[in-house]
């Protein structure tokens, strides 16, 4: 057997009920020293089975593991040994935990295997350390938190240095802090050569994470390989009830839609696929046909909104980005302009309130005198009414020296970051049994995807329980409701994800209407508690635009 081969099996059998079905039906496969793997598939397909087996917990019914090249033998002292350096961690640590503290909890194993004792205790205390349990080193296991007893489990099998460890569904029931501990500790794990086998449905995780994926369907392997192998297999993931990561879904529409090549490297995760798009970019600044020689220069502020008829939220949003850009920047006129002309018909017919256009801001802007314009959208993405706000403002390039445009608001990599971190510090409060659900508006502009990928962001920075579904587009009310029935919330918290909260927020998000989100979720049998705050509200928000606008000014 190749030497690179730890572990390796061939045509493995295996039943609970004597022979009427089998859990493990012919399974042959192989693994490399030093890999990580993720095991995936439905409920049932044979994984936990499979582990079982590794351990020496069950023995197939016929077929054949080897571990080393050696195969396995089930006499008490060959066990013994393989479970020295085959360990597993379960998904409910409770099956695994009996001792009466932390301590002995870990120095257990490592004992029972007649390792000396000074051995033992120097391995358990860098163990301690390495995972940050000193804190709770003597509590009873039984006092432990979930998150507390998965790093205990862990340690159980660190601690006697093993070659391979199996971690099955390692973050199942723990919240974000915990998740991304274990996370960590997975990392190091693998870095220190440690093979891992790990069972996960997360197929974002697993897409990012794993250097093999093996695809269980029916106790058999259906598929192996690289993560962009199996995934890319949309006919082998349909089998399994498993869709692509959103990462490679968001990549493959990008490259439809011509945004980006074809040719680049399939990205393996966000921070890959955010470098893309931003080399995409362009030069912000448009010089127009004025000449600054000897002409006073005039710098002035547009904001644009898509606008609001609802006074409440357009105070405490719209006119406070506005009241902010005054104060970083008081040598600077600020000018207004709308882009829903739904909108700006609306308050001119019921309050005799006009709102200029893009175009109707250009031409005050140069009756006044402007010689640069500075433009910094409150738009969410780059979508429709940003491109249709840089085509009216650039169609008077020739009436001033410079045009310049500041970003929306999710634009880059860090954008995504801060946004998080604003909204994880305003929810700071969320509970593991609530489900946060934010409502974005929607597109069918290309730039819709970056919804889904700050879904997936929220997940990746340890926030599970967040969500962030569209209105009008792709991730639907229909598309998260599966994902939150799957996290098992106790109640749904409704958030809009817009820069105000107004006709979407009171409608299609908190409204009596049957179709509402709220309405939705209350069907499903949810708590929901609407919270009715535009993004515009968070001062961490409106100073990701702020910043913006620096960077276009200085």
Request: proline share 5%; net charge negative.
């Amino acid at each position: 057997m190749n030497n690179d081969i730890i572990l390796k099996a061939e045509d493995l059998y295996f039943s609970y009920n004597d022979e009427k079905s089998h859990s493990l039906n012919g399974l042959s496969l192989e693994i490399k020293r030093g890999q990580k793997v993720a095991f995936m598939g439905a409920n049932g397909s044979g994984k936990s089975t499979f582990f079982l087996c590794c351990t020496g917990i069950h023995k197939p019914s016929s077929g054949t593991l080897y571990y080393n090249g050696e195969p396995y033998a089930y006499d008490k002292k060959s066990l013994l040994k393989l479970r020295s350096k085959i360990g597993i961690v379960f998904q409910d640590p409770d099956n695994q935990l009996f001792s009466a503290s932390v301590y002995q909890e870990i120095s257990f194993g490592a004992l029972n295997l007649g390792l000396p004792e000074a051995e033992v205790k120097s391995a358990v205390e860098d163990v301690i350390a390495e995972l940050e349990i000193t804190l709770f080193r003597h509590k009873p296991t039984h006092a432990l938190s979930g998150g507390q007893k998965k790093q205990v489990s862990i340690a159980d099998i660190l601690v006697m240095k093993p070659d391979i460890i199996i971690l099955d569904e390692p973050a199942a029931a723990l919240d974000p802090r915990h998740t991304a501990m274990v996370n960590r500790i997975v990392d190091q794990m693998t870095e220190s050569g440690i093979t891992v086998f790990m069972a996960t449905h997360d197929v974002n995780y697993a897409y990012e994470w794993a250097d093999q994926i093996m695809l269980f369907h029916e106790g058999q392997v259906l598929m192996h390989g690289t993560p962009e192998q199996v995934f890319s297999n949309r006919g082998v993931l349909a089998q399994t009830n498993l869709e692509p990561p959103a990462v490679l879904e968001l990549f493959d529409s990008l490259c439809r839609k011509g945004v980006l090549r074809m040719n680049l490297p399939i990205p393996r995760n966000l921070k890959t696929l955010e470098k893309y798009i931003a080399d995409t970019n362009l030069n912000t600044t448009h010089y127009g046909g004025i000449s600054p020689v000897n002409k006073n220069e005039k710098k002035a502020i547009l904001a644009v909104s898509f606008g609001t008829s609802h006074d409440d939220t357009r105070k405490v949003t719209i006119d406070a980005i506005e009241d902010d850009m005054r104060k970083a920047f008081p040598d600077y006129p600020v000018y207004r302009a709308w882009t829903s002309k739904m909108i700006i018909r609306k308050l001119k017919s019921r309050d005799n309130l006009h709102i200029m256009n893009v175009k109707e801001a250009m031409e005050q802007m140069k009756a006044d005198g402007i010689t640069d314009v500075l433009v910094q959208p409150t738009h969410v993405i780059n979508g429709i009414e940003n491109d249709l706000m840089k085509e009216d403002a650039l169609s008077f390039r020739d009436s001033f020296q410079s045009i310049s445009f500041g970003a929306p608001l999710l634009t880059s990599e860090e954008d995504s970051s801060r946004v998080i971190e604003v909204l994880g510090k305003e929810f700071s409060w969320l509970k593991p049994d609530q489900a946060l659900v934010f409502m974005g508006h929607g597109t069918t502009h290309f730039s819709n995807s970056i919804y889904a990928a700050l879904d997936y962001t929220f997940k990746d920075k340890g926030y599970p329980n967040i969500f962030l579904g569209t209105v009008e587009a792709y991730p639907s009310m229909e598309s998260l409701k599966r994902m939150i029935d799957a996290y098992h919330p106790r109640e749904v918290i409704l958030a809009p994800f817009m820069i105000v909260a107004g006709d979407h927020a009171k409608n299609d998000m908190a409204g009596d209407d049957p179709e509402s989100w709220y309405c939705k979720f209350k069907e499903a049998g949810y708590e929901v508690t609407p919270v009715m705050k535009g993004l515009g509200e968070y001062e961490g928000i409106r100073d990701i635009f702020i910043d913006h606008l620096k960077t276009v000014l200085f």
